[in-house]
């Protein structure tokens, strides 16, 4: 079963890449990003993406460009996730046949984003949101559109997201700082995972 849980590895270097994703894996979070503002983000990508081939869902964060995403594509990547709502990039993306996971915070933004062909939808900065926010939109999105919380979203209140509508989060500095080994986030993952499962 893949957990509602993106990893964001903001900072990732090739050399930590694959040690980090398999630790993600292993504990059971198989969808994973590398931000483009990362260290040679898309040759982590592709280390990735061989690595854990059929393993995982790799991609990368704050895509901006469509030519960015046609990068991410070329680098084996399979998921854009973005800070903002751009009908180019989304289209370019579900063009590649990746899936599109655009940041949003308004009613506006949301169904934009719907338009455009988003695979699912990136509340963000979440912790700005609020769960009375994701509630209200909830009840005007369609019930099949995922809504992942990003920021300030975690094990303390992973509950109370969920009871808002939240269908998953994803998760940046809670599971990898720069620097860290593959066995910390390990350790960060199973905590993340079981906190999750908990709520369920």
Do not use: H
Not at 13 to 35: F, K, S
Not at 77 to 93: E, F, H, L, Y
């Amino acid at each position: 079963m893949t957990l509602p849980i993106i990893a964001i590895l903001r900072g990732l270097t090739p050399a930590e890449a694959l040690p980090v994703a398999r630790a993600l894996v292993d504990a059971g979070i198989d969808r994973i990003e590398v931000p483009l503002n990362s260290p040679d983000p898309l040759e982590s990508i592709r280390l990735m993406t061989g690595g854990l081939a059929g393993q995982a869902t790799i991609g990368a964060g704050t895509v901006l460009t469509v030519d960015e995403v046609a990068q991410v594509a070329d680098a084996g990547g399979r998921m854009i996730v973005s800070p903002n709502a751009d009908p180019a990039v989304i289209g370019a993306t579900r063009a590649r046949g990746l899936q599109s996971w655009p940041g949003v915070f308004t009613a506006t933004e949301c169904f934009a984003a719907i338009a455009a062909g988003a695979t699912g939808l990136k509340l963000f900065p979440a912790d700005q949101a609020g769960t009375g926010t994701l509630r209200a939109l909830r009840a005007v999105l369609p019930r099949d559109m995922p809504v992942y919380a990003v920021g300030g979203a975690g094990p303390a209140n992973f509950a109370e997201w969920l009871d808002a509508g939240a269908q998953g989060f994803g998760i940046g500095s809670a599971l990898y700082r720069p620097g860290d080994g593959a066995e910390t986030v390990a350790a960060r993952a199973r905590d993340i995972v079981a906190a999750l499962r908990a709520c369920a």
